[in-house]
């Protein structure tokens, strides 16, 4: 009794604690019932034209769900993603038609980095909360959006085969894009210190740094990889569109979110994977498509998205309640 | 003095236990009006429990606490209050965001038909600072004031609430001796006034100065009650560890010793700890020991690179070493781990694997390509060689290990990248006996086999003599002593310790 008696112990080494097989199992199964549901209501959902449909829709909420993920598992949120995929598609294509397609993408992507670096700084040196700063960012990039387009859209032309191509298997540039980025997501998250840090640093950010860590320059190259892929999603609209308008991918940054948590990623940090953000943005595109053949009415399909949000986030709760208990 | 017609609170044949262990074995305590009684132990020896059951925060198994006229057999907090009896507790329970008028008043705002009256509120604070002879400004907000300054907010809300009987814990414990002074004039205020104050201390000097009379506990029985003026320090030390305990160092103790890794000279750090100089050397197992807030696990923390404004020089390996952070110190291969392992040691959602492998990611990774093998294989290696219990697999969240298992996983963090020196703050606490047995034999043997420097800090004078070569007794952010193998004496190293 000489001890620091006050020990609990955590330690139920029988318990099965929560780990991520189950959770994408239960949303495996989820996507299934829908695509078996959907395929029963509607002779048009198993189409290969209509998977492709599906795979495009997700696409542009997709490339940037990939390093919102990485962010979210490192306990940060970039809700600036809309704007700046508007903001980066506008300069895009003011430049596209200025000066040529190939340096217009270029420039169009050094913008993107440049939104990531800004985000970045004001969260890594200033230490003001992510969900502010880009709170904050958010408005400003809609803002100058409009400035730099004069409030108009602009036309884009010269992109418009982009928009069309399907270089590869038949499918659409943006869902090739799409796919690289997944992939490119589940290999850095799984094999690199760089996204292994992620996972430490959103599970405990002061432990991350009594452990060598460099916590802030993981986190502003994390914002950078976001920026980035702001920029391609905002590249992608325009060539869709043939037009980059200011008020593109207006309220991007929720589906986004909901794809991210829907997936399993915690809000608290230190848990999440890209494959379930996958499984989360097929999840709202089979829906979303599913919804749209069966003609049920668009303002009843964002109800649908919202109650499927609130059930994700009540999932994420139960998980920390259920799974494993802090000590 | 021992006037018993004052009498204020009086608790008799307290008995306690908790999962069938009992930890007061019939304890008394008298407390006269006026009066101030020194409460002393180890850590564990019913100090807190007995003040709890006062509390009305735990409930005695049997045994009653009277007061006046009245006898309670069991007390709820709600009771406790009514008595007049109020805990002042080591971490404070302010609300550093409101003023200071406010934390006095907090739960008993002075209202007229629901709405604040500011000016009574303030006059009501003022009146209590001033019984106090506390001059603090009631429109100040309590998170710019000190910490002596908070902790004498706490007890003027006490007293404006009417506190008959105060219960301090180890209130010296964070402050400078120009706040200690203050508030041992404060406690003198209370003792003209008629307050009872049970006063919980680890610094024997106090007792002599502030309290009356002094009551030791030792393994949940009395041990001894004093006239605390007349109690010699040599007498409460024979009593607060009792004569079973072993005071015997380890045998062969500093015999394994080799040359010095890092030479620490005139190190200062602003009034936490000023003018501290030692040498670890290869091989063994150095204690800083000292209480509370002496100033130990500061050091600790700056020569892992965590206090960068630091004074005094620390030589690595017979260059200067600066470190400005943990990273400069990970790279000079020296470990470190804090005492509070669940906020700042853990990554408790993550694997266990992944625990224990971070700081060696650059060892593993060729440009930044990193496999789960390796870390996996490093589980395995040292759960088996540290006695890790858990379900062997490298995946398996380390919360949900026990304490000293999370510990003994940490600890292999820094075995499995090579440190040649480490840093450990209290690296036992909340770590149950049969672990802390494994981890002193695997400090014990890491440093001998592996030539590597240990440095711990702790408050455990026990801890000291089961694991260290070596001690640096520290007091008051000095050094006060150093003891070395046979030399290392329990009694020895805390009355130095209490200085």
Redesign the interface.
């Not at chain 2, 930044?368 to 496999?371: A, C, D, L, Q, Y």
């Given at each position: 009794m000489k001890t620091k008696a006050t020990e609990v112990k955590a330690g139920d080494l029988e318990k099965k604690p929560g780990r991520s097989v189950p959770e994408l199992a239960a949303l495996s199964l989820f996507l299934v019932a829908l695509i078996v549901y959907f395929s029963w209501a509607s002779e048009y959902f198993l189409g290969v034209e209509n998977w492709i449909n599906i795979l495009s829709a997700v696409s542009v909420a997709g490339i940037i769900a990939v390093p919102g993920t990485m962010l979210l598992i490192a306990a940060q949120v970039d809700l600036s993603v809309g704007s700046a995929a508007a903001f980066t598609g506008t300069i895009a294509g003011i430049w596209i038609n200025s000066s040529g397609v190939p340096l217009g993408i270029l420039f169009g992507i050094i913008i993107g980095i440049i939104v990531g670096v800004l985000n970045g700084l004001l969260i890594t040196r200033l230490h003001v909360n992510s969900l502010i700063t880009t709170l904050g960012t958010l408005a400003i990039f809609r803002g100058l959006s409009y400035i730099i387009g004069g409030g108009q859209t602009v036309m884009v032309p010269d992109l418009s085969y982009l928009g069309l191509a399907r270089p590869f298997l038949n499918l659409p540039l943006a869902v090739i894009v799409f796919v690289v980025v997944c992939i490119a997501g589940v290999l850095v998250m799984k094999y690199t210190t760089f996204g292994r840090s992620l996972y430490v640093i959103g599970a405990n950010p002061a432990a991350a740094r009594l452990v060598g860590i460099r916590t802030p320059r993981v986190i502003l190259i994390c914002f950078i990889i976001s920026g980035v892929s702001t920029a391609l999603a905002g590249l992608i609209l325009t060539s869709q569109l043939t037009a980059a308008s200011p008020m593109a991918a207006n309220g991007l940054e929720l589906s986004v979110i909901t794809a991210i948590v829907l997936g399993g990623a915690s809000l608290n940090g230190g848990r999440g994977t890209i494959s379930g953000t996958i499984l989360g943005l097929l999840i709202i595109g089979v829906l979303n498509n599913g919804l749209v053949l069966l003609n049920v009415d668009t303002f009843w399909q964002q109800v649908a998205r919202g109650t499927l949000l609130i059930i994700a986030v009540s999932f994420d709760q139960l998980r920390e309640r259920w799974g494993i208990k802090h000590g | 003095m021992l006037a018993t017609d004052s009498a204020l609170l009086t608790a008799s044949a307290i008995r306690k236990s908790?999962g069938g262990?009992e930890?007061l074995h019939g304890v008394d305590l008298h407390l006269a009006r006026g009066e101030v009684l020194a409460l002393l132990g180890?850590?564990?020896?019913g100090k807190s429990t007995l003040v709890k059951i006062l509390a009305g925060d735990y409930v005695a198994d049997s045994g009653s606490v009277s007061s006046g006229d009245k006898e309670y057999s069991t007390l709820d907090p709600i009771q406790s209050r009514a008595l007049g009896i109020r805990m002042i507790f080591q971490e404070l329970s302010d609300a550093p965001l409101l003023t200071v008028a406010e934390n006095i008043s907090m739960g008993s705002w002075a209202s007229k038909g629901g709405i604040v009256s500011w000016s009574k509120m303030h006059e009501r604070a003022n009146s209590a600072l001033a019984m106090l002879g506390i001059e603090i400004d009631s429109s100040r907000l309590v998170g710019t004031l000190r910490i002596g300054e908070r902790q004498l907010v706490e007890i003027a809300r006490a007293i404006s609430d009417n506190a008959q009987v105060l219960i301090l814990d180890e209130p010296t414990a964070a402050l400078s001796s120009a706040e200690t002074d203050k508030l041992f004039e404060v406690i003198n205020a209370l003792r003209t006034r008629g307050v009872g104050m049970i006063y919980i201390t680890h610094r024997l000097d106090e007792v002599g100065i502030i309290a009356d009379r002094v009551q030791v506990l030792r393994?949940?029985s009395q041990s001894l009650i004093a006239d605390a003026k007349k109690a010699s320090r040599l007498e409460l030390v024979k009593a607060m560890i009792g004569h079973e305990i072993s005071n015997q160092a380890h045998p062969e103790a500093g015999m394994h010793s080799g040359e010095t890794l890092l030479e620490v000279s005139q190190l200062s750090l602003g009034n936490i700890f000023s003018d501290i100089s030692f040498n670890l050397r290869a091989g063994e197992v150095l204690a800083l020991y000292g209480k509370v807030g002496s100033g130990a696990e500061e050091v600790g923390e700056t020569i892992?690179g965590l206090h960068p404004e630091r004074t005094g020089t620390l030589t690595l390996n017979q260059s200067a070493f600066t470190p400005k952070?943990?990273?400069d110190a990970?790279?000079a291969f020296i470990g470190?781990l804090?005492a509070d392992r669940?906020?700042?040691?853990?990554?408790?959602?993550?694997p266990v694997a992944?625990n224990l492998a971070?700081?060696s990611?650059?060892r593993y990774?060729a440009r930044?390509?990193?496999?789960k093998v390796k870390e996996n294989d490093a589980y395995m290696r040292w759960s088996e060689l540290l006695k890790i219990?858990?379900?062997n697999d490298p995946?398996?969240?380390i919360?949900?290990?026990?304490?000293g298992?999370?510990q003994k996983v940490l600890l292999s963090?820094w075995f499995e990248c090579d440190a040649k020196i480490l840093v450990l703050i209290e690296p036992t606490?909340?770590?149950?006996?049969g672990a802390?047995r494994d981890i002193y034999t695997t400090l014990r043997e890491s440093a001998k086999k592996n030539k590597i420097g240990i440095l711990i800090t702790t408050s455990d004078h026990?801890e000291v003599i089961q694991v260290a070569d070596r001690v640096v007794v520290m007091s008051r952010g000095k050094k006060v002593a150093e003891y070395e193998g046979k030399n290392i004496d329990s009694s020895k190293i805390i009355q130095t310790a209490s200085e």
């Open positions: - | 908790f262990v930890v180890e850590n564990g020896a393994d949940g892992f952070n943990p990273i990970i790279r470190f804090p669940q906020r700042l040691g853990a990554f408790m959602v993550r992944e971070v700081p990611w650059p990774a930044g390509i990193i496999t219990k858990s379900r995946e398996q969240p919360a949900t290990l026990s304490g298992n999370q963090r606490r909340g770590v149950d006996v802390r026990e």
